[in-house]
């Protein structure tokens, strides 16, 4: 497994506020730079899959992989030869606010050249786009 980048804000938004941004998933374009649309078929739950488009390049299917409200969503993309990540960890800290961390990883046996298609842009946008929900998550 080769890990992409990882990224973590801390909010005075509630947890439910992400889980909200993240299964409305028509307004990820909103806050993350380098999706151009995503589409989900059917409810916001494990296991549902659904299709995203990044900017400049083909459309990627994907699937729900895990999703506990309040605490973890995590998205696999299915790559050729490979499988891209998204693992999302919400927490409370001590202070009362909300701790978010992402991380992004590549598994299987074309990883590596989907680490150089695809990782330094990964690693490069993803804390700004963290920041981005952050703010979305916030203002809802």
Known sequence: M???????????????AFFAR???????????ADTEWVRLDGPFAPGATG?????GAPKVPFVVA??????????????????????HLVSATTEGATRVDVTVTLRGPLARLWNLALGKGIAATLQ???D???????AA
């Open 2 to 16: 080769t890990t992409l980048g990882t990224a973590h804000i801390t909010s005075s938004a509630a947890p439910d």
């Open 51 to 55: 299709v995203l488009k990044p900017k």
């Open 66 to 87: 895990a999703l506990v409200p309040g605490r973890e969503f995590t998205d696999v993309s299915k790559l050729v030869g490979a499988r891209l990540t998204f693992r």
């Open 128 to 130: 700004a786009d963290l």
């Open 132 to 138: 981005r929900l952050r703010s979305a998550a916030e």
């Open 22 to 32: 993240w299964a409305d998933m028509a307004t990820w374009p909103e806050w993350n």
